[in-house]
C-alpha cells in the first residue's frame, strides 16, 4: 500500500466529534448562574435554515442530552437566529439571548468587526461568549472552534497529488478575492505544491461566491487551458448548480483517461455524490455536527469546571475519498457523526510499514527512537485495524551515500512511508523526492532537509530552546554575571539557532555580559581544552552555557578548572547545557550542571509513527514545522528523567522541573 494514527495530540483533533473536547467532572461547588440546576446555551449560527447550521443545530442537540442525562445539570441547547445572513440582525438576536437569561452564547458571526460590540456586551453582562466557524478575533470571546483553513488547502493539495502526480496545470476557483478564509486555503495548498516544481497553477479565478458567476469562469478556463489536470475548488459554488451546468470539465473529468482530477473544500451531500459519481477526486471537510456538539461541551467545560482554552481551538476536518465517501453519506442521511470517519486511504494489503532511517546505528539517542517507533507500531497494531510495522534502517557510520543507499533500498523494499534523520539536508533532497515519486510518503525529524518535498519536519524548536537555556541559567545564577558559550561547528543552523535564542533571552538582563563563544568543531577533545582555556582567561566566570554537550563526553576529571568551579561551595559558577543523555543527568546529579533543555528522542521514534500513518491512511495534513516539544531537567526531576531513560519508557510526563513557587 502507498497511502494516516496521529501524533497524539493530532489524534484528539479528530477525535473532536467523537468525545468532549475537555473531560467532563462535576465541580464541587456550584457556578454561578447554575443554582437553579439548568445551563441554557444560544447556540447562533449565521442564518438559519442552511444544511451545515441544521447539522451542527443536531450536534449543539445530542450535546445538550448526553450531559443532561450525565447531571447533575439540565442542559439546554437554543437555536437562534435571523433567515437570512445580516450582522444588525443578528446583533438583535444575541442581544435578545442576554435578556432572555441565558447561561451562554456560542455564535457563527456574520462580520468579524460587527461582532465585536454584542459580544463584549454578553461578556459584560457575566454571558460567557465563544465562536465557532466564523470568529471576531477583536472581541472578548473566550475561543474560536474552527478549521484551520491554512492546513485545509495544504490537505487538499496532497489529495490533488495523490490523484494527478507531481506533474501537471492546476487552476484554482475562489470566492471573493481576499476573502481571509479563502485566501488562507489557497496559500495552504501553493506552500504544499511549491516544492513540486513538476506542477503549474496557470491560473486563479473567482466566482465572487455566485453560482452562475463560478459557472462561468470554470468554463472559460477549460476553454482556455483545454490540457489543464487539476482543479482545487476552494469553495464548492459551482457545485450547487447541478449536473449538466458545465459540460467542458463534467466531459473532461469523466474522460476514460482520468487525465482531469478535481478537489474541493467542504463535504456537503452534493459534494458526496459528485464525488460517488467520479466529478471530484476528494473532499476536505469543516466539522459542521462538531461545531453544535463541540460547542456546548467547550462552554459547559469552561462553566462546570473552569476549563481554559487557547484563543484558536481547532476543530479538525474530515477527508473524503472514494474509499469513505459513503460512510460520510450516510452519516448525513442519519445525521449522526459519532462514528469515526473510516480512512480515506486505507492500504490494500492491511499492512503499513515504515522505514525509520537515523543518521546512523548504535547512536544512544537513536536507539532510545527506535524503542518509540516500534512502541508506536505496537499500539496501532493492537489498536487495528491494520497491521503496522516499525523497520529500522540505517548506515553504521553518519554518512550521506550510505544514507542516500539505504533510503532507496527501503523503497526498493515496498514500504509505504520514511521518517529520516538527514545526514546533509541538500544530500537528502533527492533521495527523498524520489521516495515520494514512487508514492512513498516521507518526513523528516531530527536533522531537516527543507528543499526537499518531505511532508513535514518534527523537531525541536532550537530557538526556543536557547530562550529556555538563558532562562535556567537565569534562575541559576542571578541576573548579573560574566557568561561563556561553547559551540560546534561555527554556522551549523541548529546551533546558531540555540545561540540566538539564549542571547536574545538574557539581552534583557543589563547585567549579564557575554564574555566569548568558543567552538569544539564537534570534537569533544577540542571542547574540553577550549573549556578549561576560557576557565583559564574568566577565572571569575558565572555562568556557560554548553550549546551541545562534546566535552561531557570525556568524562569526570576531563576539565579540571571546570569542575573546581562548578563544584565550590560558594556555588558562584552555574552551568546549563542541551540535551538530556544519561551522561549529563549523572552531572547534573552530582551539581556539576544545574539544568538542561532536552530533545524528545523517544518522541522521534513514536510520534513520526503516529504521524505517519495518520497522514497515509486518513489524509490529515501538517504544517511544514511540526515542533516535537523540549524536555527541561533541573534537580527536582532528573531523578524521573534518569528512570525514563533506565526503562525506555516516556510514555509518563516529565514532573515539572521547578516546584510552584520557586
Same mark, same amino acid.
Given at each position: 500500500?502507498?497511502? $494516516? ?73 437554543? %437555536? =437562534? ?45 457575566? !454571558? ?18 474552527? /478549521? ?15 490523484? =494527478? ?26 506552500? %504544499? $505544491? ?51 451546468? +458545465? ?21 456537503? *451531500? ?147 512511508? =520514511?521518517?529520516?534523520?538527514?545526514? @546533509? ?10 521516495? !515520494? ?11 531537516? @532537509? ?9 523537531? /525541536? ?15 541559576? =545564577? ?20 540555540? !545561540? ?8 534583557? %538582563?543589563?547585567?549579564?555580559?557575554? /564574555?566569548?563563544? /568558543? ?18 582567561? %574568566? ?29 565550590? *561551595? ?50 490529515? *495534513? ?18 524521573? +528523567? ?14 515539572? *522541573? ?5
Amino acid at each position: 500500500m502507498k497511502k $494516516v494514527s496521529v501524533l497524539w495530540f493530532i489524534a484528539v483533533l479528530v477525535a473532536l466529534t467523537l468525545a468532549p473536547v475537555a473531560s467532563i467532572a462535576v465541580a464541587q461547588d456550584t457556578p454561578k448562574g447554575l443554582e437553579d440546576g439548568k445551563l441554557t446555551i444560544a447556540w447562533i449560527p449565521k442564518a438559519l435554515n442552511n444544511p451545515v447550521f441544521e447539522l451542527g443545530k443536531v450536534g449543539c442537540e445530542t450535546a445538550a442530552k448526553e450531559l443532561t442525562e450525565q447531571g447533575p445539570y439540565e442542559v439546554e441547547c437554543l %437555536y =437562534m437566529g435571523s433567515v437570512a445572513s445580516d450582522m444588525a440582525e443578528q446583533a438583535r438576536v444575541m442581544a435578545d439571548a442576554v435578556a432572555q437569561g441565558v447561561d451562554a452564547i456560542g455564535v457563527s458571526c456574520n462580520s468579524d468587526a460587527g461582532c465585536v460590540e454584542p459580544i463584549n456586551s454578553a461578556i459584560d453582562a457575566g !454571558i460567557p461568549v465563544m465562536t465557532w466557524d466564523s470568529d471576531s478575533p477583536e472581541s472578548n470571546r473566550f475561543t474560536y472552534l474552527g /478549521v484551520s483553513n491554512y492546513l485545509g488547502g495544504r490537505a487538499a493539495a496532497d489529495l490533488l497529488i495523490r490523484e =494527478m502526480g507531481t506533474e501537471g496545470k492546476v487552476a484554482l476557483l475562489t470566492g471573493v478575492p481576499g476573502a481571509p478564509n479563502l485566501e488562507q486555503r489557497i496559500q495552504g495548498f501553493k506552500d %504544499y $505544491v511549491a516544492k513540486f516544481p513538476g506542477i503549474e497553477i496557470v491560473t486563479t479565478v473567482a466566482g465572487n461566491d455566485d453560482i452562475n458567476l463560478s459557472v462561468q469562469v470554470v468554463e472559460e478556463t477549460m476553454q482556455s487551458n483545454p490540457d489543464l489536470n487539476g482543479w482545487f475548488f476552494v469553495g464548492l459554488w459551482p457545485i450547487f448548480a447541478g449536473r449538466g451546468a +458545465m459540460p467542458l470539465f463534467e466531459e473532461a473529468a469523466l474522460r476514460a483517461e482520468g487525465d482531469l482530477k478535481a478537489v474541493a473544500f467542504d463535504t456537503l *451531500p452534493v459534494e458526496l455524490e459528485w464525488l460517488q459519481e467520479g466529478l471530484l477526486d476528494g473532499l476536505v471537510g469543516q466539522k459542521y455536527w462538531g461545531w453544535g456538539y463541540d460547542t456546548v461541551y467547550m462552554i459547559y467545560d469552561k462553566i462546570v469546571n473552569g476549563a481554559e482554552f487557547e484563543s484558536f481551538t481547532n476543530s479538525g476536518m474530515d477527508i473524503v475519498t472514494p474509499a469513505n465517501v459513503d460512510a460520510m453519506a450516510q452519516a448525513w442521511e442519519t445525521q449522526d457523526f459519532t462514528q469515526a470517519l473510516p480512512p480515506a486511504f486505507p492500504p490494500e494489503d492491511g499492512k503499513f510499514s515504515i522505514a525509520w532511517i537515523p543518521k546512523a546505528l548504535n547512536n544512544p539517542v537513536f536507539e532510545l527512537g527506535k524503542v518509540g517507533c516500534e512502541t508506536a507500531a505496537a499500539e496501532l497494531t493492537e489498536a487495528g485495524p491494520f497491521e503496522v510495522e516499525c523497520l529500522y534502517r540505517g548506515s553504521v557510520a553518519s554518512d550521506m551515500a550510505e544514507q542516500a543507499r539505504v533510503m532507496a533500498d527501503a523503497v526498493a523494499e515496498g514500504v509505504d512511508a =520514511m521518517g529520516v534523520s538527514c545526514n @546533509s539536508d541538500a544530500g537528502c533532497v533527492e533521495p527523498i523526492n524520489s521516495a !515520494i515519486a514512487a508514492g512513498v510518503s516521507t518526513m523528516t525529524w531530527d536533522s531537516d @532537509s527543507p528543499e526537499s518535498q518531505r511532508l513535514t519536519y518534527l523537531g /525541536v524548536s532550537n530557538y526556543e530552546g536557547g530562550r529556555a537555556a538563558g532562562e535556567l541559567l537565569v534562575r541559576a =545564577m542571578g541576573e548579573e554575571g560574566q557568561v561563556a558559550l561553547l559551540t560546534g561547528v561555527p554556522g551549523a543552523p541548529n546551533l546558531e539557532q540555540r !545561540i540566538q535564542g539564549f542571547k536574545d533571552y538574557v539581552a534583557q %538582563y543589563p547585567g549579564i555580559e557575554i /564574555v566569548t563563544t /568558543v567552538a569544539c568543531n564537534d570534537d569533544i577533545n577540542l571542547g574540553v581544552q577550549v573549556v578549561e582555556e576560557t576557565m583559564q582567561s %574568566y577565572p571569575d566566570l558565572d555562568g556557560w552555557f554548553f550549546v551541545g554537550l562534546w566535552p561531557i563526553f570525556a568524562g569526570r576529571g576531563a576539565m579540571p578548572l571546570f569542575e573546581e568551579a562548578a563544584l565550590r *561551595p560558594e556555588g558562584d559558577m552555574k552551568a546549563v547545557a542541551f540535551d538530556t543523555l544519561p551522561v549529563e543527568l549523572e552531572w547534573l546529579k552530582d551539581g556539576l550542571l544545574d539544568g538542561l533543555v532536552g530533545q524528545k528522542y523517544w518522541g522521534w521514534g513514536y510520534d513520526t509513527v503516529h504521524m505517519l500513518y495518520d497522514h497515509v491512511i486518513y489524509g490529515t *495534513p501538517f504544517e511544514d514545522f511540526t515542533n516535537s516539544g523540549m524536555d527541561i531537567v533541573t534537580i527536582n526531576n532528573v531523578d524521573a +528523567m534518569a528512570q525514563a531513560w533506565e526503562t525506555q519508557d516516556f510514555t509518563q510526563p516529565l514532573p515539572p *522541573p521547578f516546584p510552584d513557587g520557586e
